[in-house]
């Protein structure tokens, strides 16, 4: 009988992931199962012993840690992308981009910088901005800081450019945020052990079919340049 | 406060109380009938701890008020009314001095009544520190009656209020409710089944059969009628009403005037003239067609063979009559043959003297 | 400069009371007529009441961050009526808390509340007492025991709670952030030793409060039901 | 089953219970007392529903079998005792027949006992589909006595048990209780502060005071003396032992022998030879000093003052003798100067006659 | 192929079935004693079976997860006895959703219980029934609402459930995925449409369960109890 992979993905990349995995089970037997998770709670079921074979993080941090650790296959430790930031204002009525950022008012929605990627650089890029004006929330991932602008609670977040390209928001309400203003969100995947099936999907992850789903759902992919 | 009610309710599957009826707004009126007569029905629906459904008609009022009919309800809280339950309900996170507050703290009517009198005629005093669990049964039951006298009632309904009260109590309890209606002029509605307690107590009478009322009016004039006391036993027995004539305090006996002749009874607490009841069970009443001497039986009155009861059994029940008013003999059938008694013949009825006994006597 | 997670606490014992208080104030009388009602409305009312236990308080807290926004009706309304919007004060955690352990708080209570004899508050009628009266001189002390019950579940459970605090809080330092959360993040970003410092803090703090409501309480029952059965 | 007991306990804050009792494995053993004597703590401890604490000293043994000492503890349910509680406890989430149910299909022992027959004495076929709480007071106390009857078991304790149920009923009752322990050999605790209902029933008798026992012993042996009548005012009664001589079918009276004097009473239920308890209430005795004639009072008795009661009342208990028996009289002081009765005279006892009660009597 | 959305109804459906029978089985006990007993463990008992509450779900998970890996010595015994570890498999759920729900169980119940009168009992004692025949003729009956209402917030609660179920569940579809992890993955994952779906069906199928339940549970204390307050 037919492999099962299983897969923990970062709630990020789970909608990126769906697509990759739809068009690799039509080449192939493997079964791949996602599992979709923060981070942090990912990295502690793997360090407690879950039955995963490959992880998907939303940072470098985790799986480098893991690979310390021993718990992971040697030098399967990569990244997979380079997540981007979007600043996306729904109720705008004027271009949004870096200025933009200078007049907020109200709350702005980020992710929380202690545990969320997407919030270590949004805290970057706010660095040296005026901030008094506004009310700054957060959401314990990028997930949750793009529900408190989507529902109306906060006028404007940092949010992934994945999900405001997943949402197909109207190009004129979002900014992707150049990245050169904030430090790469490296996502990095490692592998637990050696099957066929992992073996398999690393090697589909960087066909090019793969690749351009990566980048057209917003993220980079690593080595490549900003475009 | 007069209550009248007029009331046809039906209790699911086969009850139905049908009564219309007028509470005097003096003395002790009686419920009497026995078990699943709907006594304790038509009282909790007097106090208005039950409703009705929409199919029932219940009209209620107490004087002009109208406490409940198909508009109004009054609630129980607001009819000024004392309740002493049958299965007693003392509140059991208070302690008996707990209780007593609680009713002393909400009493519907300012009343100058002595808490510790009340506290000495029911014997509480070394009660009042108990919690409810920690009481006899006779125990609850007192505090339950002194809840109740506390709280300053316009009118007291007791059902069944001295079912597990012993008999010292109950006699010190009885005079004491009686003498608390005659002198607070409060009117009291008391539920019974024990036909001698409601000769004790009762100033007017009902009696419930099957939700119906079958008799009713004042007790010194129902009460010597052969039909009520036929089904009595030795209940049976009937309550006339003397005067005080003279006392006698070596023997410390008192002469009572009933109807020209004496009666002798311990009723050395009341003044010469007053107007007392007087109890007299058939059974404590015998027949001599002469004038007996020699007995230790002191009381003997010259009396008209009024008629006899009717039945099957050994025994029959006289009705004598002096005057305007009655007594009851029970006799054994053959006496009456023996003696060849005929309605019409003047007898005389030896009343066994201390069975004669007051309402208020103090023991 | 205050250890955030002291404020964490604050913030958090401050949430339990006030939404304890508030489940006290709406969630006694409700309990109170579904445990007495025999109006059709008590066969809605009280699945109803148990609905908010079903939905994952995430999922809970998503609806009420629909709710909360001023897109929505209520949202709107609210906005206009006090200038503010719900979302990410303390306000809205209340009122999340509020529904969320409603059923906690309501339950135990009927239970309690359907226990009392019709007896014992008819008795207190013919004494005098009004339906407010009886309430809170029998019924209340009668049910003593429901009331801890129903307080401690509700309390610790905002204590505990997690997910819709996470929703709708914004987990904003010294105004939404609360214990559950803070020590959350600790898990999340790997600070065990200050992780496992603050959960075994707040078992202590917990069973010291727990134990002295319990110990209060067993106590109470234990003096007015003495040590017999009695008679 | 003779069930012995040797008890200290003590009840915060001032009650205690200190009682060396055996309850005889025949008839129907009577614990009288005033309210708070001690009588439901003791039967409570008996059947096993009190311990005691650890400062107790509770020894109870039933025959052979150790009930109760300091290591071992028998539970309630497996000491065959049936138990009718002072408030009914009746369960709630069954009807009445629910609760019959219950108590038939744990039997204590095999009872060949007509389910019927029950039903029938205590009137209870129109109650049997009924919820608890329809029930009226008195129905409730009914179906309360019917599930221990029902449930087979070796001993019936009792707690007052007919307090809340009206005389028709009671009369149905009681000798239905006497016959049960008589035929079925059944011994029963019963609790009561009636002394009524206890010269009704009691063959052996343990008087409580306070915790303590103050008499204890037959009842024919007890109830003659008169310190235990003397505080009862009307209730005083002696029961005597008579034997049926004769019938007289006409008159439906029978002609009992007692200490070779007759006594006539309704007792055509009986055998000639029979040996029935009599019992007769001391009000109901008057004395003559001379045989009395024409009068309604078929029973006399030539009988020899014994004693009198010494106490400040207006009247006073007068003890007989007839050979091995006692009766006592109650009669005013003044008769007794009036007919200057003393010591060792030889006089005429007038009994009432219907006032002869048996306490088998069906009405 | 089956819906992944239904598989984790199915499990949802089991894993709460499951958790309030195990909880009825060990909670049951625990209620009576700690209703009736005046022992002193009783004291210490009682708020430690309320401790699971205050811990977030999730933090309490991440506490089982350590005690549930091999490293420990629990999943070492557990391990070895069973040849299987707990976390990620559906008995470790269980235990999980039964240490978490316990005081919801156990709670409602303790109160329905210590309102069951002693003196039913002695005369239910006194009619020949043993202690479990008492338990299960006289108090079970009598307190029908109170398992009603316990077994209902158990049961709810753990289909409600979230934080424990994530962390030792591992949200491995088909094994652990249980419904409020899939909809809450729904949420996260930004799928609105299937959320609100099932969001929707989760209300209605648990409206229509806890209308039938509190009804049918009405409806009996409604008969028993009769129109009156009787006598
Ligand atoms: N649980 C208890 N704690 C403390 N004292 C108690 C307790 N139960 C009963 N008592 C006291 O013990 C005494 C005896 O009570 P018990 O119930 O045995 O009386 P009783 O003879 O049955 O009276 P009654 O005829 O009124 O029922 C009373 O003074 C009562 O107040
Ligand atoms: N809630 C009820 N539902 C249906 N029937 C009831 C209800 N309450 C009482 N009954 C019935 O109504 C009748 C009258 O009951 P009630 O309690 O008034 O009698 P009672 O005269 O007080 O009797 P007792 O002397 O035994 O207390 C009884 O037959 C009883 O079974
Ligand atoms: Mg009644
Ligand atoms: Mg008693």
């Given at each position: 009988s037919a492999e099962t992979v299983r897969i923990a993905v970062a709630s990020n990349f789970h909608p990126t992931l769906t697509k990759i995995v739809q068009v690799l089970s039509k080449e192939s037997d493997t079964k791949y199962v996602l599992i979709s998770g923060s981070t942090g709670v990912l990295y502690s079921q793997i360090s407690n012993g879950a039955p995963f074979d490959i992880l998907m993080a939303a940072d470098k941090v985790r799986p480098a840690l893991l690979d310390t650790h021993g718990l992971i296959e040697p030098g399967s430790r990569m990244t997979y992308a380079v997540g981007r930031l979007a600043l996306w204002v729904?109720?705008?009525?004027s271009p949004v981009n870096k200025s933009f950022l200078q007049n907020l008012q109200g709350n702005l929605a980020i992710a929380n910088p202690e545990i969320a990627p997407y919030g270590v650089a949004a805290k970057e890029l706010l660095r040296g901005i005026d901030l008094s004006k506004v009310r700054l929330v957060m959401g314990n991932n990028v997930g949750q800081t793009f529900h408190f602008v989507q529902t109306g609670n906060a006028q404007a977040g940092l949010v992934a450019l994945s999900q405001v390209r997943h949402s197909e928001i109207d190009r004129r309400l979002f900014w992707p945020v150049d990245e050169g203003l904030h430090k790469p969100i490296e996502q990095q995947m490692v592998t637990m052990n050696q099957s066929a099936g992992t073996i398999e999907f690393s090697a589909f992850l960087i066909t090019e079919t793969a690749t351009n789903i990566i980048s057209n759902d917003g993220y980079r992919l690593p080595g490549s340049r900003e475009n | 406060m007069e209550i009248s009610a007029d009331i046809h309710l039906t209790r699911h599957p086969d009850f139905v109380l049908d009564v219309e009826m007028t509470v005097q707004p003096q003395g002790i009126t009686a419920l009497y009938g026995s078990s699943g007569s709907g006594k304790s029905t038509l009282l909790r629906l007097l106090a208005g701890l039950e409703r009705g459904t929409r199919k029932d008609r219940i009209e209620i009022t107490s004087g002009k008020t109208v406490w409940q009919s198909e508009q109004i309800f009054v609630p129980p809280e607001r009819r000024g009314i004392g309740f002493v339950f049958q299965q007693q309900q003392l509140f059991p996170h208070l302690s008996v001095q707990g209780n007593l507050d609680f009713a002393l703290s909400r009493q519907h009517t300012e009343q100058n009544l002595e808490v510790n009198q009340v506290y000495d005629w029911l014997n509480l005093h070394s009660l009042l520190d108990k919690e409810i669990s920690q009481l006899s049964g006779g125990e609850a039951q007192r505090v339950a009656i002194a809840r109740v006298l506390l709280n300053g009632a316009k009118c007291i309904f007791m059902d069944e209020p001295l079912g597990s009260i012993d008999s010292p109590s109950r006699s010190r309890i009885l005079p004491y409710l009686d003498r608390l209606h005659r002198n607070l002029q409060i009117p009291m509605v008391y539920v019974s089944h024990s036909y001698e307690e409601i000769t004790y107590l009762a100033d007017h009478l009902f009696v419930l059969d099957n939700g119906k009322i079958t008799s009713q009016g004042s007790m010194l004039e129902l009460c010597s009628s052969i039909e009520l006391n036929s089904g009595e036993g030795d209940a049976a027995a009937v309550v006339i009403q003397c005067t005080v004539a003279k006392h006698d305090l070596d023997y410390r006996l008192s002469e009572l005037d009933f109807e020209g002749a004496n009666i002798f009874v311990n009723a050395e607490q009341y003044q010469v003239g007053d107007s007392l009841r007087v109890r007299i069970p058939a059974k404590d009443v015998s027949i001599t067609t002469t004038r007996p001497g020699?007995?230790?039986?002191?009381n003997i009155l010259e009396v008209q063979i009024v008629s006899f009861e009717e039945n099957s059994g050994p025994s029959v029940l006289v009705r004598l009559r002096r005057n305007k008013q009655f007594v009851l003999a029970r006799i054994t059938k053959k006496s009456l043959n023996l003696l060849d008694l005929q309605p019409g013949q003047t007898v005389y009825a030896q009343i066994k003297s201390v069975a004669l006994l007051m309402e208020s006597i103090d023991d | 400069m205050i250890d955030p997670d002291l404020v964490s606490l604050t913030i958090t014992l401050k949430l339990a009371a006030v939404t304890t208080f508030i489940l006290f104030l709406i969630g006694t009388p409700l309990a109170w007529w579904l445990a007495r009602t025999r109006h059709v409305a008590g066969f809605l009312v009280e699945p109803l009441v148990a609905l908010p236990i079903v939905l994952p308080p995430t999922v809970l807290g998503f609806y009420l961050l629909i709710l909360f926004s001023p897109n929505s009706g209520f949202g709107k309304a609210w906005a206009s009526l006090t200038g503010s919007t719900l979302a990410f004060t303390f306000e809205g955690l209340v009122i999340g808390s509020v529904i969320y352990s409603l059923p906690f708080y309501v339950q135990p209570l009927q239970v309690a509340f359907s226990g009392v004899k019709q007896d014992l508050l008819d008795a207190a009628a013919t004494l005098g007492a009004g339906p407010v009266d009886r309430f809170i001189n029998i019924v209340a002390p009668v049910c003593r025991s429901g009331f801890v019950v129903a307080g401690t579940l509700a309390f610790a459970h905002t204590v505990g709670e997690f997910g819709i605090v996470l929703m709708i809080g914004g987990n904003i330092s010294g105004e939404t952030r609360v214990l559950s959360i803070a020590l959350f993040d600790h898990v999340e970003t790997l600070e065990y030793g200050r992780a496992h410092l603050m959960a075994a803090g707040l078992l202590v703090f917990s069973f010291t409060l727990l134990l002295i409501v319990y110990t209060l309480n067993r106590w109470q029952t234990g003096r007015s039901s003495s040590l017999g059965s009695g008679s």
């Open positions: 729904p109720g705008s009525t | 020699n007995s230790s039986i002191l | -």
